[in-house]
């Protein structure tokens, strides 16, 4: 198992950047995929960013292609989520999750999450 806490989140003028940032327990991170989703009221959790445990292969939603980055280090037990020219659109709790599947990308497919953090964007 992993516990997962979000944090850095805030609030930023259109065009600005934020780094999210996802800090795992336990002594097993690296045996873990983490993907970064984010929600709306009333809207279905969507996958925006996933990377793999050993191998750091990425991925990421067409809308956040070439604008935002997901890393992570190992040895810090810690995963990012860089965000850059955030658009009003991109407003949403952000969230982390854990899988041991593998090409996970849908949040049913996810076994540990995170609590969010709210990131606001201003027109």
């Known amino acids: 198992q992993v516990q997962l806490v979000e944090s850095g989140g805030g609030l930023v003028q259109a065009g600005g950047s934020l780094r999210l940032s996802c800090a795992a327990s336990g002594r097993t991170f690296s045996s873990f995929g983490i993907g970064w989703f984010r929600q709306t009221p009333g809207k279905e959790r969507e996958c925006v960013a996933t990377?793999?445990?050993?191998?750091?292969?990425?991925s990421y939603a067409d809308s956040v292609k070439g604008r935002f980055a997901i890393s992570r280090d190992n040895a810090k037990n810690t995963v990012y989520l860089q965000l850059n020219s955030l658009k009003p659109e991109d407003t949403a709790v952000y969230y982390c999750a854990a899988t041991l599947r593998l090409d996970a990308l849908n949040a049913g497919e996810y076994d540990y999450w995170g609590q969010g953090i709210q990131v606001t964007v201003s027109a």
């Open positions: 990377i793999s445990r050993i191998n750091r292969r990425t």
